[in-house]
């Protein structure tokens, strides 16, 4: 039973995170879109709300509630694995993911009503942090080690500094482009 709940665990824990990149990425371009002329801002804007509302709702918000409570299932059955300094690690992470994912949920709703805080290299920059949220779980859950902390630490300023570098030289290159 344990390998079924674990299975789609993970098949869930996939789709969440697309739900999440795609969804940031989504941001992006409807940010974008506000500094196009009317009508296409309108259009793009209406649309954008559309995508992004059934994105959340059909795909990333059920993902999100299928990791968790196999998740959950997982402990349940396995009530070991809170034992391991390592499971408490990953499982700040994932909190922290579920406030990024909450965070994300303000957006769509700050968006629809025309409420755009965030430029498109923030959002850029916020999508990277999805994705060092991912390293880190992944990372925990293989390895099974909060021993080397220090080096994931380590690893994952780094991934965040080359992440980081990538968005400033993409905006570098969009400027260019667009001269």
């Not at 969440?16 to 196009?36: C, N, P």
């Amino acid at each position: 039973m344990y390998d079924y709940v674990k299975a789609i665990h993970i098949i869930f824990v996939v789709c969440w995170m697309a739900g999440l990149f795609y969804s940031v990425r989504l941001f992006i371009y409807h940010t974008e879109a506000q500094d196009k002329p009317e009508p296409d801002r309108r259009i793009l804007s209406e649309q954008f709300e559309i995508i992004e509302r059934k994105l959340w709702y059909i795909i990333a918000v059920p993902s999100m509630i299928i990791t968790i409570a196999a998740g959950v299932t997982m402990l349940i059955l396995r009530p070991v694995w809170l034992h391991f300094g390592w499971m408490h690690i990953k499982l700040t992470f994932v909190v922290l993911l579920g406030i990024y994912h909450h965070i994300c949920q303000n957006k769509i709703k700050q968006m629809s009503k025309g409420v755009f805080k965030w430029t498109s290299i923030q959002l850029r920059l916020w999508n990277e942090l999805a994705t060092l949220f991912l390293f880190a779980i992944v990372f925990l859950v293989v390895l099974k080690s909060a021993l080397n902390w220090i080096f994931g630490v380590v690893g994952l300023v780094a991934l965040a500094v080359i992440l980081m570098i990538a968005v400033k030289i993409y905006k570098r290159f969009r400027m260019k482009n667009k001269e």
